[in-house]
């Protein structure tokens, strides 16, 4: 009977070392996967925004014109440069992340150009719009700047501008990785000018103000690398395949894709994500 009991524990504590080794790798695994790492990478980076915020009160701007009276209950408007040969393209972004008719505080604006691809087009696109509104008005409390090939995740951006985004202050870019894409437009400091660009109302003159040469205090203070809220080309081909589930990924801007489907399926994997307008 000892020897039964003997045989019994050592069994038990078998086991139960085998139960503890299975969850502690589990959870090792869980704490690893995409969706985890950009998850908490992305709360961290929004929590850090709403701190900012909070801490800061409401700038008055001064686009009091007549003119810019219909963009004031605008949130986000969005210009879109495209390539016009691309209409599949522009179809399926108005079916999809562009249908304003859920987002009333969303307006979006397609560019057209006349061809795709030219040495620093798109540097002198986003310029020569920024000096447009500089000397207009920004059209709305946020501007956002892409071409036709990056999925836009309106639903969450809004919620961000809604609940957690700064009022003022703030440029969201992805970082470049080369100095060429910083030496392009050294007024958006190290900022890849080739993904989308989220600017606040003020932060349009703020840049346009400041000389990089000589003071790159003043750009520097107002521009923030969005880090995972930009997928990387590797994450947005996992979800296009269906590898990773967007249906509770929190991000704003997916890599470049390669057609109008792309776009398609990168919004409805991901258009199941709560987000509530306020």
Not at 226 to 240: D, F, V
Not at 244 to 273: G, K, P, T
Request: aromatic share 10%; with cysteine.
């Amino acid at each position: 009977m000892t020897r039964f009991f003997e045989k019994f524990t050592l069994f038990c504590v078998i086991t139960v070392i085998t139960a503890l080794s299975l969850i502690i790798v589990t959870s090792v695994q869980l704490a690893y996967e995409p969706e985890t790492v950009i998850n908490r990478d992305n709360d961290k980076l929004l929590d850090q925004f709403k701190s900012m915020r909070q801490s800061s009160s409401w700038t008055k701007f001064n686009d009091t014109s007549e003119k810019c009276d219909q963009y004031k209950h605008t949130k986000l408007f969005i210009l879109v440069q495209s390539p016009k040969s691309n209409r599949k393209v522009r179809q399926a972004i108005r079916d999809t992340w562009a249908f304003v008719e859920s987002y009333p505080t969303v307006q979006i604006k397609f560019a057209l150009t006349k061809l795709p691809g030219l040495q620093n087009e798109h540097e002198r696109f986003i310029h020569r719009h920024l000096k447009h509104f500089y000397h207009q008005c920004v059209p709305g409390d946020y501007l956002l700047i892409t071409n036709d090939m990056h999925f836009i995740n309106t639903p969450q951006i809004i919620t961000a501008i809604n609940q957690r985004l700064p009022r003022s202050h703030t440029t969201i870019c992805a970082k470049a990785s080369n100095n060429k894409a910083i030496d392009e437009a050294k007024y958006l400091g190290q900022c890849n000018i080739h993904a989308p660009i989220l600017f606040s109302k003020d932060a349009v003159r703020r840049l346009l103000d400041s000389n990089p040469h000589t003071d790159t205090s003043s750009s520097s203070s107002i521009i923030h690398y969005g880090a995972h809220l930009y997928l990387t080309p590797k994450e947005t081909q996992r979800i296009i395949n269906g590898s990773i589930d967007a249906s509770n990924l929190l991000f704003f801007f997916s890599n470049r894709v390669r057609s109008a489907s792309d776009i398609s399926l990168l919004w409805n994997a991901s258009i199941d994500y709560t987000a509530v307008e306020s």
